[in-house]
């Protein structure tokens, strides 16, 4: 046979690839193209998680907007505690404007300590300004000797971490990321009630307000009003603020949940991936691997990896590789036997032209001369055959495989046949050839009733054939007073054939040989070279394709006498089909 070629650009660098990796068969890429995939595929989502975590708008909305109801609550408690506790009435106002109420005013120094006291316990920052927008009290202003003093509560010392390395990077990446355009946060030293919107609004209409105002840095100042009331009257103002630090701290803290539960997921999926990508990439590459090696023919010790094991797709694929390269080289060792036994056949009948050839040139003698050249031309006979019946068994397998099946009733064929054989002097098939020859006996058919089914699934042509050289067979080795019967049976899944002749029967031992190629076993009154000795295998070859078996026995007597030979074919029943679909033609 000869070696397979490499055509196109590619084919080159493939085989040399395929060298490189045949030397180093047990080193794989760390990270192959399809490795790479998976890992980028799996690894989408999770990282499209990640980038969202900066993105957290209606969580931090509703942190704010919860952080700032908590602040008017607290607002309105201090505005009631101040409203009952640190407001007095003008009486003497009252008298002299003939009002009918006093006019209430707010005490600056129980309010101021109301207010300072009150701050401490809720953790925030209060200011209390009266009707005229005057600020009449701060939690961080005290009052002493020296006047007053601005105390605000310093953040406790931080030590050199990386988390908190990492918490500042997280609040300027969030704060550069999902920036809000705020108003600036401004306190002059003398503030007034007209600096604060939401503080103006409760003075002037007695309704509670709330505004978020941007500090110093990243941090933002969470502010609420509530009027202070005495008996329906509005007598001041309470200003209650404090730093979003427990919403940014909130943030982080789900944030860094978040993204520990995404480390934590994406090792797993990293190594679920490569674990995938190699069960699948591995074996793929090593079914490759052997499949280059098989087409650079290098031996048939190149096995296929068997991956059976895995009773998945990729076993489904190494088991159907291991068996098309199985039929591979059987088709491959079958193509070389038979070319050998072809030029072996064809070399004799041309060793004998050969010769006749060269020795009629010598010969002066007609008589041997015409001996001679009768020898010639039923050399010349055989080869025709030879070579007629080695081209129909050559292209025996392209026929079978591009021939569309069919529901054969095997009945009206049978009997046709019959009829041909019981004709008078019919054309008769013989070992994949014809012959004038009459039949020996009669043919006698053993059917089953009407009413079993004898339907196959195949090729009318072909089982016609197979048919007529097994009859052909029988005629050739029956006696003349004796009778060919052909039998049909079915099974529970099968139509069994069986064609049994009177005659002398096979060799012992032969049974199997027979079917070989060019295997020859004529009766002593035929004529040599009438056959090519390829019927038979012609015959198994397309029994085989329908899916069925075909053997030979000797029918024999209890003693052990032999009665003559029996043929038997089993094909696979075919399903039951409406009627008229069957088709049962014989060719000719």
């Given at each position: 046979?000869?070696?397979?070629?490499?055509?196109?650009?590619?084919?080159?660098?493939?085989?040399?690839?395929?060298?490189?990796?045949?030397?180093?068969?047990?080193?794989?890429?760390?990270?192959?193209?399809?490795?790479?995939?998976?890992?980028?595929?799996?690894?989408?989502?999770?990282?499209?998680?990640?980038?969202?975590?900066?993105?957290?708008?209606?969580?931090?909305?509703?942190?704010?907007?919860?952080?700032?109801?908590a602040l008017r609550v607290q607002g309105e408690l201090i505005a009631a505690a101040v409203g009952e506790g640190a407001v007095s009435a003008d009486l003497a106002e009252l008298q002299n404007s003939n009002l009918?109420?006093?006019?209430?005013?707010?005490?600056?120094?129980?309010?101021?300590?109301?207010?300072?006291?009150?701050?401490?316990?809720?953790?925030?920052?209060?200011?209390?300004?009266?009707?005229?927008?005057?600020?009449?009290?701060?939690?961080?202003?005290?009052?002493?000797?020296?006047g007053a003093v601005q105390v605000e509560d310093l953040a406790p010392p931080s030590t050199p971490s990386m988390m908190h390395d990492l918490r500042e990077a997280y609040v300027w990446a969030a704060r550069r990321?999902?920036?809000?355009?705020?108003?600036?946060?401004?306190?002059?030293?003398?503030?007034?009630?007209?600096?604060?919107?939401?503080?103006?609004?409760?003075?002037?209409?007695?309704?509670?307000?709330?505004?978020?105002?941007?500090?110093?840095?990243?941090?933002?100042?969470?502010?609420?009003?509530?009027?202070?009331?005495?008996?329906?009257?509005?007598?001041?103002?309470?200003?209650?603020?404090?730093?979003?630090?427990?919403?940014?701290?909130?943030?982080?803290?789900?944030?860094?949940?978040?993204?520990?539960?995404?480390?934590?997921?994406?090792?797993?999926?990293?190594?679920?991936?490569?674990?995938?990508?190699?069960?699948?990439?591995?074996?793929?590459?090593?079914?490759?691997?052997?499949?280059?090696?098989?087409?650079?023919?290098?031996?048939?010790?190149?096995?296929?990896?068997?991956?059976?094991?895995?009773?998945?797709?990729?076993?489904?694929?190494?088991?159907?590789?291991?068996?098309?390269?199985?039929?591979?080289?059987?088709?491959?060792?079958?193509?070389?036997?038979?070319?050998?036994?072809?030029?072996?056949?064809?070399?004799?009948?041309?060793?004998?032209?050969?010769?006749?050839?060269?020795?009629?040139?010598?010969?002066?003698?007609?008589?041997?001369?015409?001996?001679?050249?009768?020898?010639?031309?039923?050399?010349?006979?055989?080869?025709?055959?030879?070579?007629?019946?080695?081209?129909?068994?050559?292209?025996?397998?392209?026929?079978?495989?591009?021939?569309?099946?069919?529901?054969?009733?095997?009945?009206?064929?049978?009997?046709?046949?019959?009829?041909?054989?019981?004709?008078?002097?019919?054309?008769?098939?013989?070992?994949?050839?014809?012959?004038?020859?009459?039949?020996?006996?009669?043919?006698?058919?053993?059917?089953?009733?009407?009413?079993?089914?004898?339907?196959?699934?195949?090729?009318?042509?072909?089982?016609?054939?197979?048919?007529?050289?097994?009859?052909?067979?029988?005629?050739?080795?029956?006696?003349?007073?004796?009778?060919?019967?052909?039998?049909?049976?079915?099974?529970?899944?099968?139509?069994?054939?069986?064609?049994?002749?009177?005659?002398?029967?096979?060799?012992?031992?032969k049974e199997e040989a027979i079917f070989e190629r060019f295997y020859s076993e004529r009766p002593s009154t035929e004529k040599f070279g009438s056959h090519s000795g390829l019927g038979l295998s012609i015959s198994?070859?397309?029994?085989?394709?329908?899916?069925?078996?075909?053997?030979?026995?000797?029918?024999?007597?209890?003693?052990?006498?032999?009665?003559?030979?029996?043929?038997?074919?089993?094909?696979?029943?075919?399903?039951?089909?409406?009627?008229?679909?069957?088709?049962?033609?014989?060719?000719?």
């Open positions: 046979m000869g070696s397979a070629h490499n055509s196109g650009t590619d084919g080159p660098q493939t085989v040399a690839s395929a060298r490189r990796q045949a030397r180093r068969p047990g080193r794989q890429p760390l990270l192959s193209p399809l490795t790479r995939r998976i890992l980028a595929v799996n690894l989408i989502a999770p990282l499209l998680l990640l980038v969202g975590l900066l993105y957290l708008d209606e969580y931090e909305q509703a942190l704010l907007s919860t952080e700032t109801e009918p109420i006093p006019h209430h005013t707010l005490k600056a120094e129980p309010a101021q300590s109301m207010v300072r006291r009150l701050s401490e316990l809720a953790g925030i920052r209060v200011r209390l300004f009266d009707t005229n927008g005057l600020l009449v009290a701060d939690s961080r202003r005290l009052t002493g000797p020296g990321l999902h920036h809000i355009p705020l108003p600036q946060y401004h306190e002059r030293l003398d503030q007034a009630a007209g600096d604060y919107e939401e503080v103006a609004l409760a003075l002037d209409v007695g309704l509670p307000a709330t505004a978020l105002r941007r500090l110093n840095g990243d941090l933002r100042i969470l502010t609420a009003a509530v009027p202070v009331s005495f008996y329906k009257q509005v007598v001041g103002a309470i200003m209650v603020s404090r730093t979003d630090e427990s919403v940014a701290e909130s943030l982080f803290e789900v944030r860094m949940t978040i993204v520990r539960l995404f480390i934590g997921t994406l090792a797993v999926t990293t190594l679920l991936s490569i674990y995938l990508a190699r069960a699948i990439a591995r074996p793929v590459s090593l079914l490759a691997l052997a499949a280059i090696r098989v087409r650079q023919r290098q031996g048939q010790q190149t096995a296929i990896p068997d991956l059976s094991y895995r009773n998945d797709e990729i076993g489904a694929l190494s088991t159907s590789l291991r068996d098309m390269t199985q039929a591979l080289w059987q088709r491959m060792d079958a193509i070389e036997r038979f070319a050998a036994d072809v030029a072996h056949e064809i070399k004799n009948p041309l060793t004998s032209i050969r010769s006749a050839v060269e020795t009629v040139a010598r010969l002066k003698d007609p008589e041997k001369q015409q001996r001679l050249l009768a020898i010639v031309q039923d050399d010349v006979g055989r080869l025709d055959r030879l070579i007629s019946d080695i081209s129909d068994a050559s292209r025996l397998d392209a026929e079978l495989s591009r021939s569309e099946a069919a529901d054969i009733d095997l009945r009206p064929l049978l009997e046709t046949l019959a009829d041909i054989y019981t004709s008078a002097a019919p054309e008769q098939a013989h070992d994949g050839e014809s012959q004038t020859t009459p039949p020996q006996g009669p043919l006698v058919l053993d059917l089953p009733d009407a009413a079993t089914s004898l339907q196959v699934r195949g090729m009318p042509d072909r089982l016609v054939q197979v048919l007529r050289n097994l009859i052909g067979n029988a005629i050739s080795f029956s006696p003349e007073p004796g009778s060919i019967t052909v039998k049909a049976r079915k099974s529970a899944e099968s139509v069994i054939l069986s064609v049994e002749d009177c005659g002398p029967g096979l060799p012992p031992g198994r070859q397309i029994i085989e394709n329908h899916g069925g078996t075909i053997s030979a026995r000797n029918r024999c007597t209890p003693d052990g006498i032999v009665l003559g030979a029996c043929f038997t074919v089993t094909l696979p029943a075919a399903r039951l089909t409406a009627p008229g679909k069957a088709t049962g033609r014989v060719a000719g």
